[in-house]
């Protein structure tokens, strides 16, 4: 299937990038990012008009693609360093998983559910994107990767996994939302073996992180 990135999307990026600055995006990294990430490709056919709007839409299998202010501030809370070996839970559409490829992370990214997973994996592979893909339940890490720089989840989680928090290296940074039906975006900095420190940022929504691994049908 051909992928078209036009002059038009282009110009549609640069004006994503400025409305999120006014939103106090200021990593200069993460905007880059998000200005060269082509997100129309990213969404099924009938919302690519709606690509560049600052809102989140539907992706399939009871997902959405995140909006990019969302994407945006994760990314900078996370505070990339070019390098750095970094976990995301729950590949989604794999928009995410973009943004912090063109920051020159070592992405190592899971899905629970294998349409999603064979969907954005080829996407991202079809565009160059060279990240480590599993399928797996997001709730477990990737162990035999570990230990992590920086993890980032991308759904509500009720309270925070035990398995990811291990698998963050002593000073790395997690980023989740947590919370049932209200979220917080909260940053977590590992201290020492058994010490985190815990910062609420504000709240937001995101689907809700569940068990398992859901297969294709």
Same mark, same amino acid.
């Given at each position: 299937?051909?992928?078209?990135?036009?002059?038009?999307?282009?110009?549609?990026?640069?004006?994503?990038?400025?409305?999120?600055?006014?939103?106090?995006?200021?990593?200069?990294?993460?905007?880059?990012?998000?200005?060269?990430v082509p997100r129309?490709? +990213?969404?099924?056919?009938? +919302?690519?008009?709606?690509?560049?709007?600052?809102?989140?839409?539907?992706?399939?299998a009871g997902q959405?693609?995140?909006?990019?202010?969302?994407?945006?501030?994760?990314?900078?809370?996370?505070?990339?360093?070019?390098?750095?070996?970094?976990?995301?839970?729950?590949?989604?559409?794999?928009?995410?998983?973009?943004?912090?490829?063109?920051?020159?992370?070592?992405?190592?990214?899971?899905?629970?559910?294998?349409?999603?997973?064979?969907?954005?994996?080829?996407?991202?592979?079809?565009?160059?994107?060279?990240?480590?893909?599993?399928?797996? /339940?997001?709730?477990?890490?990737?162990?035999?990767?570990?230990?992590? /720089?920086?993890?980032?989840?991308?759904?509500?989680?009720?309270?925070?996994?035990?398995?990811?928090?291990?698998?963050?290296?002593?000073?790395?940074?997690?980023?989740?939302?947590?919370?049932?039906?209200?979220?917080?975006?909260?940053?977590?900095?590992?201290?020492?073996?058994?010490? +985190?420190?815990?910062?609420?940022?504000?709240?937001?929504?995101?689907?809700?992180?569940?068990?398992?691994?859901?297969? /294709?049908?």
């Amino acid at each position: 299937m051909e992928r078209i990135d036009s002059f038009r999307h282009m110009g549609m990026r640069k004006r994503l990038v400025q409305e999120l600055r006014i939103k106090n995006i200021t990593d200069v990294r993460v905007l880059n990012a998000i200005g060269k990430v082509p997100r129309h490709l +990213f969404l099924e056919s009938s +919302f690519i008009k709606f690509a560049y709007q600052d809102k989140a839409f539907p992706i399939g299998a009871g997902q959405t693609i995140s909006q990019p202010y969302t994407v945006a501030i994760q990314s900078q809370l996370l505070e990339v360093n070019e390098g750095e070996k970094i976990l995301e839970v729950g590949t989604g559409s794999g928009y995410q998983a973009a943004v912090l490829l063109e920051m020159g992370v070592k992405l190592f990214s899971i899905e629970r559910q294998g349409e999603l997973y064979q969907r954005s994996t080829r996407l991202l592979r079809e565009l160059g994107y060279q990240g480590r893909f599993f399928l797996g /339940d997001g709730y477990e890490g990737i162990p035999a990767q570990a230990p992590f /720089d920086k993890i980032i989840v991308t759904a509500g989680a009720p309270v925070i996994p035990r398995n990811l928090l291990v698998q963050l290296r002593i000073g790395g940074i997690m980023v989740i939302p947590l919370g049932d039906q209200k979220q917080v975006l909260t940053r977590i900095i590992r201290i020492d073996e058994d010490e +985190f420190e815990q910062e609420q940022i504000e709240e937001c929504a995101f689907v809700p992180m569940l068990n398992g691994i859901v297969k /294709d049908r």
